[in-house]
């Protein structure tokens, strides 16, 4: 079983403290360092952790909507299923790993009597688990030394949902590997390799805050793959800017645009007002 560490909430200290001791991983963090966390990159997480920008969050509304709904949520889960039990969690090690950290939302238990893991979400609705959350949830039962557990979700306030999530010895094992490199490369304060988003340019530019008018660098073979893939991105901004005004013009006033494919109808377009002016957004899966 896990190291006990103690019962603690974000609104205390030694939680922030357990959280942010060098090279540890919690279980939110094991899907950014894998990449799966579609807000931060696990070089903006890799930044944080060696104190190179600062690590101070500010607490959104649907972060505190969380957390107040987390015990509805909890109590109404378990109205609709007494054959289980809850027991608060608090803040675990991995006896073997100290640096693994666990926290989750509660430990459940099943009616044969064997434990599990509890994670619960509110928010955003989806139909299957992110990759993020799944690895939240496997990070929890390796830590615990667990081999299943629930995932419970509460979208628009009454549509309760709930995952089964069972541990995978070879999915976990390729997990283990990545978060265990990001974990060296905090320690040597060497950077994880580069991964294209958005959240790790916004923290290089961070990084470099500011400019000497007279200082040139040679750029070499990476200036050449700058410019290479800026010509590749206006040649399909070009394209994409085509397809828009063809279909803004297509679509007319209707608010949304569809393509059946294998007799499924899928909405790839949605028409909003922004100043006054239709735009088009270009919609992402179904």
């Known amino acids: ?28 963090l094991a899907g950014t360092i894998c990449g799966w966390n579609p807000w931060e990159s696990a070089f903006t997480a890799w930044a944080k952790a ?26 109404v889960w378990l109205e609709q299923n007494p054959q289980f039990s809850i027991d608060e969690a608090g803040t675990y090690a991995h006896d073997d790993y100290e640096w693994a950290r666990a ?28 990759p993020n959350y799944r690895a939240q949830v496997l990070w929890y039962m390796f830590v615990m030394g667990l081999r299943k557990g629930k995932l419970v979700g509460l979208f628009f306030g009454s549509d309760l949902r709930e995952w089964d999530i069972e541990f995978d010895e070879y999915e976990f094992e390729a997990m283990f590997g990545r ?29 470099n805050p500011e400019l000497d008018p007279d200082e040139w660098v040679e750029l070499s073979d990476l200036g050449v793959g700058l410019a290479n893939a800026q010509a590749k991105f206006d040649e399909c901004e070009k394209e994409l800017n085509t397809f828009k005004s063809a279909t803004l013009d297509q679509m007319g006033s209707a ?22 002016k239709p735009v088009l957004t270009v919609k992402k899966g179904k």
């Open 1 to 28: 079983m896990a190291k006990f560490l103690g019962s603690f909430t974000p609104a205390d200290a030694e939680w922030h403290e357990l959280r942010s001791e060098p090279g540890v991983v919690t279980g939110t």
């Open 50 to 75: 060696t104190g190179k920008i600062s690590d101070e969050r500010k607490q959104s509304l649907p972060m505190r909507l969380g957390q107040l709904l987390e015990p509805v949520v909890k109590q």
């Open 103 to 130: 926290n989750p939302d509660g430990l459940l238990t099943y009616p044969d009597g064997s434990k599990g893991i509890l994670e619960i979400k509110t928010g955003r609705a989806f139909d299957e688990v992110p």
């Open 179 to 207: 978060i265990q490199d990001w974990r060296k490369s905090v320690l040597t304060e060497v950077a994880p390799d580069w991964d294209g988003s958005a959240s790790t340019y916004e923290t290089v530019r961070v990084l």
């Open 255 to 276: 608010k949304f645009g569809y393509v059946e494919v294998s007799g499924e109808r899928l909405v790839v377009a949605q028409r909003s007002l922004r100043a006054g």
